[in-house]
């Protein structure tokens, strides 16, 4: 009886150490591609779209571990972070380039 509670208690942790690492690394990684894409999209000046770009990664980076913490499958964590950072990437490189 204990193993199966130990082995309830090890997928839980092996589960909130997924999450944490979604909402660290793939909270950073957005908001790095997202302000790639709005400091390349600001015209103004390039004080302007560093501050825009840095005030729009602090927000990336608020909102991306409450949502990883608000779903209850892993699975759609992992594939919505992929493809939102994918699709923010490829069009920061094409913006950049």
């Known amino acids: 009886m204990s193993l199966i509670t130990a082995n309830s208690n090890i997928h839980r942790w092996i589960a909130l150490l997924l999450r ?17 894409i709005l400091a390349a999209a600001v015209t103004s ?12 990664s602090f ?3 608020i909102v991306v571990p409450l949502w990883v913490f608000h779903q209850k499958s892993i699975g759609k964590i992992y594939i919505g972070l992929i493809a939102t950072i994918a699709l923010t990437g490829s069009l920061a490189w094409f913006l950049v380039i």
């Open 59 to 61: 927000a990336c980076f």
């Open 20 to 36: 944490i690492i979604a909402a660290i690394f793939g909270g950073y990684v957005l908001g790095v591609t997202l302000s790639i």
């Open 45 to 56: 000046s390039t004080a302007d779209a560093a501050l825009a770009a840095m005030l729009m």
